[in-house]
């Protein structure tokens, strides 16, 4: 599958881009490279093979989940310029 020139100016156009022809011809390319990339990945036998997540068959280290931070809350609501039953007051904002 190629595409042509009248094709890159229709897309230009749709997307509001002003491509001289310099532009034009760069993009021809690049697409019609993409489009042949694709055509002969599909060409490929790919009977038995099993999809991946991810390239690499690797596992994340995880590390225990446990708490390193102190209750800090009181600290914090006595810097709040106006608390109240544990909860920082704003002004309304919203009528």
Sequence with gaps: MAIELKDIENI????RL????AEKAEALGSINNILMMIDEM???DTAGVEPLAHAFEASQR???DVV??????AALLALAPNAAE???LVPKVLE
Excluded at 18 to 21: E, F, G, I, R, S
């Design 18 to 21: 002003q491509l001289n022809t």
């Design 62 to 64: 995880l590390r225990e």
């Design 42 to 44: 599909r060409a490929l």
């Design 68 to 73: 390193t931070e102190t209750d800090q809350r």
């Design 12 to 15: 230009a156009h749709l997307a």
């Design 86 to 88: 544990g909860l920082f």
